[in-house]
């Protein structure tokens, strides 16, 4: 797979900068579009005003629904799909200024960050019709006090890299609302069920079971961030669940919230 440098000003959209490391970027893209594998010489925070987009790096599969957003390393090959029609704002960080300001190792790799409101207002401001220097440093350093401390790995998928255990896991990737039993996957690609059990422990940090849930949840996730009108009765029934408190239990294991609390309708 090649994964080619991507210069910001080959970007399409509305370009801003502050002038000393800072560029930040608004674009549409239409649901179905895909950002091949590419990677930036800056640093970048990918935020979907609205909208829903899948990021995927070699660590893993990244949902991102509007109330997420994710950080990317400089340098980091990196895949986009957009899920649902977003508004895309992107800050881009110069590895100069991330080491001036004193950001440090916690930024060296990729995460998923829970968008809080104060953090969502701030990006919307960078953007607005008030593009005046002074303003939009303050923003800036406010927008990554706030994204020091709003780490959330509810929506991500880690995908393994040993190749048995991959071909098990796109198969389950390719439906997770299906029943996967082990056993079946196993034979599937090659191995026993006992390797390929010790090899998504080792693989992922998650057993197989759980990373079967954690796929199935993102699914979920996915389905409600694309249609709000969906009940959670309904998409229990089609995620495959006996019933909506068993569906709600298996999503507060994953995310700390019921399906209601984490769509906000509480």
């Given at each position: 797979?090649?994964?080619?440098?991507?210069?910001?000003?080959?970007?399409?959209g509305?370009h801003?900068?502050?002038?000393?490391?800072?560029?930040?970027?608004?674009r549409?893209?239409?649901?179905?579009?895909?950002?091949?594998?590419?990677?930036?010489?800056?640093?970048?925070?990918?935020?979907?005003?609205?909208?829903?987009?899948?990021?995927?790096?070699?660590?893993?599969?990244?949902?991102?629904?509007?109330?997420?957003?994710?950080?990317?390393?400089?340098?980091?090959?990196?895949?986009?799909?957009?899920?649902?029609?977003?508004?895309?704002?992107t800050?881009?960080?110069?590895?100069?200024?991330?080491?001036?300001?004193?950001?440090?190792?916690k930024?060296?790799?990729?995460?998923?960050?829970?968008?809080?409101p104060?953090?969502?207002?701030?990006?919307?401001?960078?953007?607005?019709?008030?593009?005046?220097?002074?303003?939009?440093?303050?923003?800036v350093?406010?927008?990554?006090?706030?994204?020091?401390?709003?780490?959330?790995?509810?929506?991500?998928?880690?995908?393994?890299?040993?190749?048995?255990?991959?071909?098990?896991?796109?198969?389950?990737?390719?439906?997770?609302?299906?029943?996967?039993?082990?056993?079946?996957?196993?034979?599937?690609?090659?191995?026993?069920?006992?390797?390929?059990?010790?090899?998504?422990?080792?693989?992922?940090?998650?057993?197989?079971?759980?990373?079967?849930?954690?796929?199935?949840?993102?699914?979920?996730?996915?389905?409600?961030?694309?249609?709000?009108?969906?009940?959670?009765?309904?998409?229990?029934?089609?995620?495959?669940?006996?019933?909506?408190?068993?569906?709600?239990h298996?999503?507060?294991?994953?995310?700390?919230?019921?399906?209601?609390?984490?769509?906000?309708?509480?």
């Amino acid at each position: 797979m090649n994964i080619l440098e991507k210069p910001i000003a080959a970007i399409e959209g509305i370009h801003r900068t502050t002038g000393d490391g800072v560029h930040m970027v608004a674009r549409h893209a239409a649901k179905g579009t895909r950002l091949a594998p590419h990677m930036h010489r800056e640093s970048q925070l990918v935020y979907a005003a609205t909208g829903t987009m899948q990021v995927t790096t070699p660590k893993g599969r990244w949902l991102v629904p509007p109330d997420r957003a994710v950080w990317v390393p400089a340098r980091l090959g990196h895949a986009i799909d957009v899920l649902a029609d977003i508004e895309m704002r992107t800050l881009y960080f110069d590895l100069a200024w991330l080491k001036r300001e004193g950001h440090g190792r916690k930024l060296a790799s990729e995460f998923v960050v829970r968008v809080s409101p104060l953090l969502h207002q701030t990006i919307l401001a960078l953007f607005d019709d008030r593009n005046e220097p002074a303003r939009t440093a303050l923003l800036v350093r406010l927008a990554m006090l706030e994204l020091e401390r709003a780490e959330d790995s509810a929506t991500f998928i880690p995908v393994p890299q040993e190749p048995r255990c991959r071909r098990a896991a796109d198969i389950v990737l390719g439906d997770p609302t299906a029943d996967h039993e082990i056993e079946t996957l196993a034979r599937a690609v090659g191995t026993s069920a006992r390797t390929l059990s010790r090899l998504f422990a080792a693989e992922t940090q998650l057993s197989f079971k759980s990373w079967c849930q954690r796929a199935r949840i993102a699914a979920a996730i996915q389905r409600m961030s694309v249609d709000a009108s969906l009940s959670v009765k309904q998409l229990a029934s089609d995620l495959g669940y006996a019933s909506v408190p068993a569906f709600s239990h298996a999503f507060r294991q994953v995310t700390g919230k019921t399906p209601t609390e984490f769509a906000g309708k509480e």
